[in-house]
């Protein structure tokens, strides 16, 4: 089936996010404004207008009211998903790299980047969905992070912990609540650049310019697989309804050497999850994949580029007839 | 310098080279007996020196250094003759020269120099003085070896399904690989890091590999790839094997250390078998290159054709206005003079037989014509010539059987303003060898590539001007089977710039390399057809199997992106892929002539059907073989994962969610 | 009173008069804005009916033109597809005699698709027949290759 090509954003994306019935698809990018389309024809509904940098993530309430985004700009912001309005602005001294929100609303843990001689650190803060007036800026938990930037933010089962990504090539899982460091992965030798959940939440999936992603056990952190590509990875996802996974990237611009497109690697990739096999390759990018997203119902999955498109590839009959 | 103040981290060599080049202890031990060589490497010892009185010793002296001097500059106060206490001379001379290769041309040059009637030279390096010495006057015999079978070099040519090797190297890894057709991949035969410090290369027939160090070239083989012989040759850059593989030559260039000296040129020959140093070859660049030329281009020596499958062997190299042909296992100059030729430019061996062909460009201002001729050995017989005018430049081309030799000859119009190309060929096997002239029907297009077809009547041209050129198919008989050079078809606007005929001849792949970005045309030229078009993007290399049933594709590390090889089978469809980062090398191993006699292999293809039943179950086993056990290895893994699934799901039920 | 009555009459005769004098001129009016009506609406329709017949006209020429491409195009197709199986056919068509190009292509697609399977097949037995008599020729050689060493 034809993908569905999204223009909006001038600069490029960073970050993609479905709501919980897929209906909604959030993009963030460099330019300032995060994005909402409607998920099933791509059509666009609206901008969230307030940063002062690039959007560099973002996640959205269950429910779909609230979307919390996080910018260079030094703050995470909380919006009203429906009217765009801002209600709420927790400005940092850094700039925010990573958000997560918990399982049920109720937390969210903020990342920030390291500057001016300020390490990384992650902000554990509260947030009030059921009324917004109640929200403050308190911070319940302020957690030191590794040397070099937290690229990547998790949360892991039950709550109780926060896993993150690093500059460093590390995942690293840190108790919620009093911030030790519980397990440590060096499995990834360079940065990694993306962590995806599982749907049950037993598993999730890294990204890595190491030129591979592989799955991790969620508790133990436990290198459970691992795909190989020929490219720098910046995003993998895992299919909500197929044991699969799809991952994109490609050679940086500075890195390219030829002028093809072909040859910098700009398709996303399908494996098994199980049997590590590649399984096919959809293209469209003109330039490294930045982002990706499932689609929850399975049967589509999006993908962002350095080029500053979007792209909705709906999967078609001869994809669910591969075994 | 202070060294409190050197980082001795930081000017450190890197590790220890012998470990590096990964050869083993016995090497290490040599390599330190050459260390304390170092010392007095450059020291020859002449003895069979008249025994002279002090009236007459500085005639001697000057004499001596009249003699030597002529080699190699001698060093200040580099010339010693010990005199006892009677002030008479002992008969023998130490002289010290800059380096180590002059002396070694001093020991080559002037042992068994005769001096007068009585005195005839006896020269060898200052080294090899002391080591004789230390040996015993009485012969010791040596306690007997326990007695070790040389390994079986040609044991991979028993392979039970008869496949291929070829070796790959990548990083800092040599690897060895059988080509499996069967289970679609390479099947990992040898693989050792550091094994070689610049490249490798596989001997004529395939018995050996050769691995490059700075110390000089090791062979190895058989089984277990152990070492089998090892070269001395300090900073050796190029080797080159003689077609039957008993003799190897090895070449190094050395960079004058002052200024105002010329390039020095090493070349040795080994007995590959003995490890003997057969001859030395040393002297200034200008000795091993052409007139006018610039630079070096190795092979400098090259070796005759050979098809009787003999081991004795000519080989030669180019000088100024002459060629001169010498004879293996003797190594002495053919007839004791090399083949005057003024202002040769260029020569070319027949890979099947002892005949020359050279090329001399006009001389004394276009009054000589160029001439292209064809010589024969030992006889030194001119077996075809012929007078050329208003040529720029020749290439040599002889068809793999020496049945047939062109040369494409590049000529400029008579205003001098343009250029235009045209063909002389030659037939080998024909009395008085005839010749024939070949034009384009366009002439003044460029001819962009040239190719003899393998054991065959045909030959292939690229020409064209432009970014898609056209192909054309000659035959050098025509349809009736008579000797005619004759047009068999031209293929209009191919993406090809580059020519691969498989070894078995009738499939020739149309390369489109460099800036056609890897795109290949597998061609059957019997039906005149494309069997296949395919893309390998940037590839670099291509590479046919000996026996023209597989050809590989590879991007080398010339490029960054998508190092590896593709695997095709010679109608291009494709087997495998194999991908490393730093891929450098992709070489088939080659065989050498089967040991059937004509009437077997006759017999074999006659009763192929017997064969080709067995074959194809063997082929069907293996292949259901590896199916099976990578369904059985996927089945594993997923119910391990299945399970581990499970495992988690019982685990979160019984904790409830903050 | 007479007179009265005579001179009534004769205004009343007068206005009658009158009045069908202005009816006849009216009719006559009415009668030419009709006829013009008529006239304009026949040259309109005269000049839509040229129209329409040049439309009519380009367009069968254009028909016939592709046509007559097709035809072409169908000759040029059996001509190669005579050329590719060495068949002989005839170049000139007889008049009536409609080519149908989407079929002939298909017959040359279904033609060329069986070429290239009966070129597959081939080169699929040739690749089986050198690999196997390599593969016997070595199997026939390994003996002599054992004797070659042990001597």
Redesign the interface.
Known sequence: MRPILLKGHERPLTFIRYNREGDLLFTCAKDHHPTLWYGDTGERVGTYVGHNGAVWTCDVSDDSSTLLTGSADTTAKLWDAKTGECYFTFTFDQPVRAVALA??GKRAAITTDPFMGVPSAIHIVEIDLEDRSRQTARVIRRIDGPQGRVTRVLWG????TVITGGEDGIIRSWDAENGEVLKISQEHSKQIQHLSMSE????FISASLDKTAKVF?S?TLEC?KTYSA?RPVNAAILSPIR?HIVLGGG?DAM?V??T?S??GKFDSKIYH???EEEIGGIRGHFGPINALAFNPDGRSFTSGGEDGYVRIHPLDNSYFEIP | VDWNKVDVESVELPRDEFERAGLDKPVEAEIEELKQESGFASVIVVDNLPMIAEAKYAKLLSVLTKIFSQIGTIREGGLLMPQDDSKTSLGFAFIEYENEQQAQSAVDQTNGYQLDKKHVFKVCKFDDFEKYEKVPDEYVAPPPKPFAKRENTQAWMMDQRGRDQFVCRFGDETEIFWNDPQTKKGEDVYTRTHWTESYVQWSPKGSFLATVHRQGVALWGGESFGRIAKYAHNAVQFIEFSPCERFLATGSTHEPSKAGETTQVLVNFFDTRSGAKLRTFTGPISDFIAEGQQGLTWPVFKWAGQSNGKCGAFFAKIATGAISVYEAPEMTLVDKKSIKLPGVVDFCWSPADPILSCFQPEQNGGNVPARLSLIGLPSKQEVRSKNLFNVVGVNMHWQSGGDYFAAKILRTTKSKKSTYSGFELFRLREPNCPMEVLELPNKAEKIVAFAWEPKGHRFAIIHGDGARPDVSFYSMKDKQGNNNCTLIGTIKNKTANHLFWSPNGRVVILAGLKTMNGQFEFFDVDAMDTMASVEHFMATDVEWDPTGRFVTTAVTSVHQMENGYHMWTFNGKLLYKYGKDRFFQFLWRPRGKSLLSPEQEADIEKNIKKYSKRFEEIDEKIRNEADSSAASEKRIKEEKWRNWLESKKAIRETQAYK | AEHKRALARKVVIERRKEEAERAAAEKEKAEEAARLAAQRKHEANEAKRLEQEARTREEARIRAEMEEKEKQEALELLAEQAKRTGKKMTTTLEDGVVLDKRAIMQEAIQEQIKARQEQERALNALAKRMDHVERAKREESIPLIEKAYNE
């Open positions: 399982h049920g089962p039950l709550n109780r049950d939440g037993s598993h056990d508790e459970m020929d044991d050679q890195s050497t030829t093809s072909k040859a999850k199980i049997f």
